[in-house]
C-alpha cells in the first residue's frame, strides 16, 4: 500500500497547476517511478527513495518497483458546498475515500489571477475550506445519530458503543472544530474511523509561494506553519509554478534547475515526505535478482501483517520474517555479506517491523 491524498483548496490556489506538475514530474520519471492515470482527476505516482536505487544496484535487481502514492484532485470547493453549492457533493464524497487531506493554499499576490473572494489570505482560505468540512460532518452525524440512539435503546450492544462514538465526535464540531480533535481512545478509534467523516483526515497546509519565495517562504506561508504547529499539523511551502517548469525539463538538466531556485529536492518528494510522517508510514523492502520493491505500512506493524500488504496468504501461513537493516545490508554488500557477519535475523509473529527492514518471508502454503 501507499496512500491516497486528496488536494483541495478554493478556486485559482493554484491546485490543479500543482496536481499536474506533480503526476507530470512522475511521468517523466517512468523508468524507475511509473505514473498512471485511474481517472481524469487521479493520478498514482511512485514514492522516490534512495534507498530502494542503493539496494536495486547492490543486488543488480532486474526491476526496481517504488511504493505508491495516489493524488486526487479534488473539484475546486466554493462556499456552500456542504449544501451542494458548486460540486460539493461530488468533492465531499471524494474526500471520504483519501487517507489525508492536502489543503492548497494561495501564498502569493497576482494582480492577474483572480481570487474567489478578492483577497490574499491563506488563513481564511483554511477556514473556509474546513468550516464547509465541518458542516457536512455534523449533518451527516446529526442524521445517523437519532437512527442509532432508536437501536441504543432496544438494549443493542453494538448500536450502544456506536452511539458513544458519534457522541464524542460531534461535540467539537458543535464547537466548531474539526472531528479529529475528538477525545477518542484508542480502542474506539476504529468505529471513529469507519464513520468516514471529513474532519476526521489529517492534513497537510500546502503554501503555494511565488517562485523566489520557494526555498524561504514568505509572511503567508509562516502564518500557516504557525498555525500548524498549533494543530500538530503537516505544512510543506511549494511553489506551483516551480513545479509546473521542473516537471518538463529532461531529468539532466533537474539538479541544476532546482540548485538554481535554492532547493534541493522537487515538491513532490517533500509533500510525500510529509503525508508519511503525518500518517505514521514506514517502508519495508524485499530484494531479489527479478526485482527490488518497496512496501508501505503503518508503524508498529507486526511481521505477519507486513507479510499480508504482499499476498494475504503470506500472512496466512506465516513462519518467520529473514530481516536484515538497510544499513548491514548497504554496509556489508548485500544479503550474503550480511549472513555471513551474523546480520540477518529470523524474527517471529510479534517482531514489529522498522522501517529500512529487508525482509524474505517464510510460510505455509
Known sequence: MGFKCGIVGLPNVGKSTLFNALTQTAAAEAANYPFCTIEPNVGEVGVPDERLDKLAAIAKSAQIIPTRLTFVDIAGL??????GEGLGNKFLSHIREVDAVAYVLRCFEDGD?????????????????ETELMLADMESLE????????????????????LAVMEKAIVPLRDGKPARTASITPEEMPAFLALQLLTSKPVVYVCNVEENAAATGNA?????????????????????????EFSGLPPEDRAEFLGSMGLEEPGLN?????????????????????????WTITRGTKAPQ??????????????RAETIAYQDYVALGGEVGAKD???????????????????????AN
Open 113 to 129: 489571477i483572480t481570487h474567489v473572494e478578492n483577497r490574499i489570505d491563506p488563513i481564511a482560505d483554511a477556514d473556509v475550506v
Open 220 to 244: 503567508f506561508s509562516a502564518k500557516v506553519a504557525e498555525k500548524a504547529k498549533a494543530e500538530n499539523a503537516a505544512c510543506v511551502v511549494i511553489s506551483a509554478k516551480i513545479e509546473s
Open 306 to 319: 507486513a507479510a499480508g500488504v504482499i499476498h494475504t496468504d503470506f500472512e496466512k501461513g506465516f513462519i
Open 341 to 363: 557477519a551474523g546480520k540477518m535475523r529470523l524474527e517471529g509473529k510479534e517482531y514489529i517491523v522498522k522501517d529500512g527492514d529487508v525482509m524474505h518471508f517464510r510460510f
Open 270 to 294: 517533500r509533500l510525500i515526505l510529509a503525508g508519511y510522517s503525518l500518517l505514521d508510514l514506514v517502508t519495508y523492502f524485499t530484494v531479489g535478482p527479478k526485482e527490488a520493491r518497496a
Open 78 to 83: 466554493v462556499r456552500g458546498a456542504s449544501k
Open 143 to 162: 442524521k445517523r445519530i437519532s437512527s442509532v440512539e432508536k437501536k441504543a435503546k432496544t438494549g443493542d450492544k453494538d448500536s450502544k458503543a456506536q
